[in-house]
């Protein structure tokens, strides 16, 4: 547990979160109970080596997937045993994700993939039109509006997913590798824009990697080995601006 | 992996069949069913033209016949025994008019005797006898057996005498019915059937007796119980009419054409399901491993990185593809055969008939082979797609999505890749290389690929077509439309998303389904007509002018009577002169000099029942100039086209006509037996008899009969009923086959189709999995699969169906029969499509709806 916890409203509380998958005939632990609580406005990295069940944790804060013990709290939502379209909607509204590999739609343009979750969530399209537009423009990509994924570079496709994101102003927004498909220039500027969207709309950040500099912006450090919480540290400048003594 | 053993990459190949039987089950189900399609219509429809025809055969008792009016010379008789080494059988039969007479009042009476050896006559059908006894153990050298009607003139029974000629003889059976009854002479006389022995002690042939002979040739059946290939008959026919110029020879198509045209179409239309399977079998196929190779990319890219050359993976796909072709072929083949087996036992209460099915090697081994090869066909191109996959996929999943639109891709390839073209030109050689063999014709075979290539290319095209006018709807519609129908639609032009290659394939499929219908619904709609109950049945003979009123009143006061009689007035003449040419110079081709002496001749205002002129035109009511309509096949031997004059005399009067149709008739009604009609002002003042037919109740014949002979005692009364009863059961026979195996054909299709679009799931996956994390709830994502699969099926109907209409107009109009647009049909089919796109598209991706997205992330 950290200091932190008990002071700012939690945001993500998970308590007791286990995962086992069976592999044929073998049953096999990837998290084997884990705790931790983050609270509102947040960015947190949750690191560890290949294996070490991060890319999981993620998945099930998000709710992509059912645990199999143990409990993940989204806003005071309880969500692990939600049925699916519950949980469908409930992703939709507090939820923004980042893929490693973008995951856009191919058949959809740069602006319809951005507006997605608005039309899947809020129904109107006119009301988030002028966001998604703002926001595309916001990651440099407000002359390529009308252009499908596959007419982008890899780095314009994660920049699409970031704006997509954030356009229902998600409390959360979980990131899974966002940089791990891009080369050192194109990850550090949508890590960039990735963390500016994040102050801009003060949301609660969740960030999975293995790599130790792009952990090194986040205000929490949560590492993971063989599907346990082995270190749990925050920066002293994130300690500064949480407001801590 | 330079030396990439087959036995390294079989086991490579066999381990990722495995891994994924799921995906691989679909491909074999579509190998599979094509070609239990294939091998059960094929099958099943040959062993039931096998039976369908020697029931035709029935109706001559023979395969060919020839009808004789001289002893064969010693010549002509080394070629029928060189004939008969040939394996044909041969037997005479003898017919002429006698007068026969009861041994106690001996009254005469004129009888149609007919003379045949009971051991070998009739090669097909049976002849009916009262009390129920086989031919050979009544007919001998003293015995006879003779119609009712004889029993009832001459107040006889059967044990009693009958003298004919200078014998007597006793009477052993009554004759019901005949085989070849309405091939026969229809002479004045009730029947007397008698042994060749018998009538040569009788002393009625004499030298100069106007005894007809016929011969009548069987030919050796295919030893594995298919059907006799037309063919043979036909070369028979030629080989006999060389042999005996003097004689009239007549295959057992001529009997009854309508019978014969019916059963023609038939063939065609199996034939044509048979195709139609194949090339369903095919689609399936092709989307099947399209789809399939697409899934293995990643795959095909990490052994590249390793090291891989094309040809070796191209090896270990070569050999999954020859594994999956022979797994579904086997599979098929198997089902194909049950399904031949079990089409007598459900058509049972149908059929009245007792279908021998030959579960055919050569069937077998066809449905095999088109498995496996329509497998390697159609993956082909696929497989040559292995080349061009970079080993950058593994690193950069995008480039998976770069891939053109299929069309733009297919010209691209075509433009590009000269292996492509060789590729596609190796499926068009193996089609019309199977449709050959299938349809035991290059030229049908050739006809039907570049058909199914043209069809494919429009086809590829209109959904091209369509496609881009959604876009640029799309386009301009764009962010006015519900996002749901945005998102449907958008779906179908997704790059990489094969909608044009499965647009025409639905299309294709629901073209030859419909096409099959159609066809299927028209040539039984004209078999029905063919095979009318109405049609005269029983036939009266020799009715005098003064007679004729007191036969139409008698026959109109019959309950048993219940269509109008047809009535033909006979005018007997000869033909002295064919195109000035006088007759006895004429050159004939099987048409005996002597036949010219007894021509009859009829008059009708117009095209009588069942008769049309297929050349020239009928003339109009109320003809005065002499005019003729001469029968096609009559027109032939005689030599004489439209425009040809004809001489005829009759009594003392001579006239000449002209030629100004020439007709073909259906064998069904009286006037089919009238080979030359004239106008009635031709005729007038000359002497006439009138011959008549009518349609009774098959029950009540007998009663007629009597009725009439009571009054009418000259005039004899032919029943057929018997013999147009087995006509009518067979033509219905016939239709209650095509349409089952219509109803197979396009179940079958159904299925490969529906596989098809369940195909395609594998590729929704990662959408359904991105659009679950953005908050989309199942209900949402089912929409816009629905909205995409509804437009696919919709546009794939509308082109199929328009095609399936043309093909069917063209078909039929070169089968004779009438095409009629069915626009009910039409819709339903549409509207079938569409809800069997969607149903089909929703029990496919109904399990990834429910699955969770981490699972599928994680395989990522």
Redesign the interface.
Known sequence: MNAMEGRIAPMIHVEGLHKSIRNGTRTVDILKGVDFTIPQGQFAAIMGASGSGKSTLLGLLAGLDTPSSGDVRLNGIAISYLPEDKLAQVRGKTIGFVFQSYQLIPTLTALENVLLPYELNEGDTQDGLARAQDLLTSVGLGDRLGHYPVQLSGGEQQRVALARAFILRPPIVLADEPTGNLDSTNGEHVLELLLNLNRKEGTTLVLVTHDAALAAYADRRITLRDGLIVSDEISRSATGSAGME | MASLSYRSAARIAAREMRSSRGKFFFVILSVAIGVAALTGVRGFSSSFRATLLTRARSIMAADVSARMFEQPTPEQQKGLDEIAADGVEMTPVTELLSMASSSKTLDPLLVSLKAVDPAMYPFYGTVELAPAAALKSVLTANSVAVADDLLVRLHMKVGDDLKIGNKLFRIASVVVNEPDRLSGNFAAGPRVLISREGLEASGLLAPGSHAGQRFLFKLPAPRDGSAMPNSKVSALRDRLEKLLPESRVIDYRETNPALTQGLDRATSLLSLMSLVALVLGAIGVGMAMRAHLQQRLDTIAIMKSLGASSAQIMKIYLLQTLLLGLLGGVIGVALGVGVQMAFPHLLAGLLHMQTVIHVQGRTVLTGLAVGVLTTLLFTLPPLLDIRGVRPVLIL???VE??DDPFVTAVFRKLRKNGAQIGAAVLILAGLAAIATTLSDSAMVGGVFSLGLVSVLAILLAASALVLAGLKWFLGRT??RLP?AV??GL????????PSAALLAALGLGVMQIMTVYFVQQAVVRELHISSAPNLPNVFLVDITPSEIDGVRVLLKSQPSVTVPPEMLPVVSSRIVAIDGVAADQAKLKNFPKRMLQSISLTWADSAPPGTSAVAGKWWQVGEKSPVVAVSQRDAERLGVKVGSHLTFAAQDSRFTATVVALTKADGQHAYSRAAFVLPPATLAGLPVVWYGGVHADPARVGELQRALFKAYPTVTVINVAQALETVRSVVIQITYVIQFLAAFSIFAGIIILASSIAGTRYRRI??V????????????IATIFSIEFAVLGLVAGIVGITFANLIARVLLHRMNVVFHWQWRWSAAALVGTAALTVATGWAASHRIL?Q????V??E?
């Open positions: 950069r999943r995008a999505e770069s764009r962010l996002s945005r998102h958008a779906n179908l032009y997704r790059p990489g998303n990662r959408e999995v991105v659009l679950k994390t953005l908050g989309a709830t199942r209900r949402r429910g969770k997205p981490l699972e992330l994680r990522e």
